[in-house]
């Protein structure tokens, strides 16, 4: 969702914040803007309804400079794109703001500040803030105590970096549900939603909670808790290097991130070892996964389909119950409680709303054995979770995720065998068999890479159609669903997936000759049933593009065939290489079409808003 990023130093910042800007496009964004001030001391702005790269050449036209500034890329919530909508916001020329986040009682403060004066420029809710400070303010002269009588009046999530011209020194920041950090560099301070942000300036961070306030200036800066009290947080050295995010020799880095597979998996073997060790998910994780009679995922989106793959593991390898919500439907449902459940949440960034909500609502309802899955060690949702264990996957830019999904995928498959190991349904021979298969995923994954100019071709013709049906069986199923997201998500061809057997329960009336079916058939997997399916399509004169590892007998009448180099590998493997070809499918797709890959219209890589 919406970035920002702040700072005041003794050099001029718009080309640190402009860096820090385009470092959080990935996010996703629709406006983007800045505001400084000046050596006239006053407070000055540059605001665009498109890519940084514009606000960029205007700042260079302008001239545009200071030594105190905030930045913001904006995903419309309240209000269209336009440039009045866009951040930064101004009250009374006085007091400029920042905000990623939504504020549900908006509309009541905006009422009472219009009686008391205040004009409002723009449809968002994020211009209440800056007048509600101002209101404060202009009382009392103090911006930090101004900025703490605000969000007391606020309802909602929030991360907010504000500056006043009156201190050009002194910058104030505040969080609540959204992510926000404190950069320390040398005889400079930033802020930023994202760790990203601040790499090139400084490898010194330290994460601020929710309901914290700090305030920085050029050598220091302090910080309060929810309850008022002056404290200290560590300053954390990032192991991410700004070298981590540059694309290299590809051209997207959705196109990057597939090929770093291998190597994003291998790390993620390595960190967990050579054995299922209760003890990689946290010190209590032996006793918590003795103690559960059941496993109910949490998540959203990509995540979300990692789940269901995770599903039927569970259930095959730990022989236990597992059930899979939506975090957005879970944390508004009327849930059983079931103290020995497993709560396992699933998350690329850690920040995802919903998804940290309904780790709150399960500890409300007295189920607190939480364990999160991640790839951000300092993320809200790992602070919030009893258990955790992260994924090795690095810095993943592309909205699109690539391998965030595929590690996920590894991790998820480590718990179902610690679960089963712990519960005495894995001997010791088969936990050796199953980790030296598992340690050969990578050079797999180089093998189906190489497959990519095949895949291409069927991009070419996928490129003119207007929809697109994904069929999978058992985990497959998931993965068909994951496909069809990535292709939806960046080519804007609408695509749905479906279990294969449903097919004749409504989805076979879609078919003719002008619908094309990708159908994932590998040889371990319900392939008779499957087969049964694909005649039914061909029948109807559809068009099916066939990935499949079975003899050619299998594919007559197919389209096109991409023969998977999988008849060797185990069955839950299956799904994580049956994922990658998707992605290139996808993303050749969109290639083809034209569209903006990394940041595809409408969306964002880290939903922190509901």
């Not at 004066?117 to 994020?126: A, K, P, V």
């Not at 990203?196 to 929710?210: C, I, N, R």
Request: proline share 3%; with cysteine; glycine share 6%.
């Amino acid at each position: 969702m919406c970035g920002i990023v702040g700072g005041v130093s003794e050099r001029n910042v718009v080309p640190i914040i402009l860096e820090g800007l385009s470092r959080l496009e990935y996010r996703g964004y629709d406006s983007v803007g800045i505001a400084v001030i000046n050596d006239d001391n006053e407070l000055a702005r540059q605001r665009v309804t498109s890519r940084v790269a514009a606000l960029k050449e205007l700042c260079l036209a302008n001239k545009f400079k200071g030594k105190s500034g905030i930045g913001h890329t904006r995903w419309a919530t309240h209000g269209g794109v336009t440039t009045d909508n866009a951040h930064p916001h101004f009250s009374k020329n006085n007091i400029a703001l920042v905000h990623n986040g939504i504020i549900e009682n908006y509309e009541i403060i905006r009422d009472d500040l219009i009686k008391s004066g205040y004009l409002f420029e723009s449809e968002t809710d994020t211009e209440v803030i800056v007048h509600l400070i101002h209101s404060f303010y202009q009382k009392t002269k103090n911006l930090l105590s101004a900025v703490k009588e605000a969000i007391a009046k606020l309802k909602g999530a929030y991360a907010i970096g504000v500056m006043s011209k009156d201190n050009p020194e002194q910058l104030v920041c505040a969080r609540n549900g959204s992510p926000l950090v404190l950069g320390v560099g040398i005889d400079e301070m930033f802020f930023a939603s994202d760790i990203s942000a601040l790499l090139p300036v400084t490898q010194k961070v330290v994460y601020l909670e929710d309901g914290d306030v700090a305030e920085i200036g050029l050598y220091s800066y302090n910080i309060w808790d929810s309850k008022g009290a002056n404290i200290t947080r560590n300053i954390n050295i990032s192991e991410l290097s700004a070298g981590l995010t540059d694309l290299g020799q590809f051209r997207h880095y959705m196109q990057k991130e597939i090929f770093e597979q291998p190597n994003a998996i291998g790390q993620t073997l390595q960190s967990l070892g050579n054995t299922f060790e209760a003890d990689k998910f946290g010190k209590e994780a032996l006793q918590v996964f003795k103690s559960i009679d059941k496993v109910q995922i949490i998540a959203c989106g990509t995540s979300l389909n990692a789940g269901h793959v995770a599903k039927y593991w569970i259930q095959e390898f730990a022989n236990i119950e597992c059930a899979i919500d939506i975090a957005s439907e879970y944390r508004y449902s009327k849930i059983p409680v079931a103290k020995n459940t497993l709560i396992v949440n699933i998350s690329q960034s850690g920040e995802t709303a919903d998804t940290i909500a309904s780790v709150k609502y399960a500890h409300e309802l007295g189920m607190p054995n939480t364990l999160s899955i991640c790839n951000v060690a300092e993320s809200s949702l790992v602070r919030l979770s009893k258990l955790s264990i992260l994924t090795q996957a690095g810095p993943e830019i592309g909205v699109a995720s690539t391998k965030a999904f595929t590690t996920q995928l590894v991790v998820l498959l480590y718990l179902a065998f610690t679960l089963a190991k712990v519960r005495g349904e894995l001997s010791g021979h088969e936990e050796d068999e199953i980790i030296e298969e598992m340690r050969k995923l990578p050079q797999h994954i180089i093998h189906v890479l190489e497959m990519e100019s095949e895949i291409k071709q069927i991009a070419q013709e996928l490129e003119s159609k207007q929809h697109a049906l994904f069929l999978g069986r058992n985990t497959l199923y998931p993965v068909a669903v994951e496909g069809a997201l990535k292709l939806k998500e960046i080519s804007y061809i609408h695509a749905e997936a479906y279990a294969a057997g449903e097919l004749k329960h409504g989805p076979l009336a879609l078919i003719d000759d002008a619908m094309p079916s990708v159908v994932l058939m590998p040889s371990t997997m319900l392939m008779d049933k499957t087969k049964s399916n694909v005649q039914e399509i061909l029948a109807r004169k559809g068009q099916v593009y066939l990935f499949s590892d079975v003899k050619a007998d299998a594919s007559v009448g197919c389209h096109m065939v991409i023969h998977m180099p999988t008849i060797e590998v185990p069955h839950y493997l299956i799904p994580i290489l049956y994922t990658v070809p998707l992605q290139l499918l996808a993303y050749h797709t969109a290639v083809i079409k034209g569209t903006d890959v990394d940041k595809p219209r409408n969306l964002a890589k880290s939903v922190t808003v509901e």
